[in-house]
């Protein structure tokens, strides 16, 4: 008897708290309600380096050079070389 009157006491509660919030003027859905406002906070990573494992340096060298790549150290009679653009550098081995 309690489980046949339980879906329409359910539905009775929730029309009394819609119109409720609605009489308040508030968004009874939470979900609808705005975020506060909050700074988005960006990751600092400073200089960035990376080490490449490259078949042939000369090849590779030649294409970071066209992307504005500069070399800076190494020695590629020893199979490793640096280059830097901007903050941004490269090993080669």
């Known amino acids: 008897m309690l ?8 539905t009775r ?6 119109g409720a919030a609605a ?3 508030q968004d009874p859905v939470p979900e609808r309600i705005a975020p506060p406002e909050t700074p988005v906070k ?14 042939d340096i000369a090849v590779s060298r ?3 050079a066209k992307l504005g790549f500069e070399v800076v150290g190494g020695d590629p009679e020893q199979n490793w070389q640096i280059l830097r653009n ?6 080669l081995s």
């Open 3 to 10: 489980q046949s009157r339980l879906p329409s006491a359910l």
């Open 13 to 18: 509660l929730a029309c009394v708290f819609l």
């Open 23 to 25: 009489l308040l003027g």
């Open 42 to 55: 960006t990751m600092e990573l400073g200089a960035f380096s990376v080490s490449l494992a490259v078949k």
């Open 62 to 64: 030649a294409f970071y």
């Open 86 to 91: 901007g903050t941004t550098t490269i090993g």
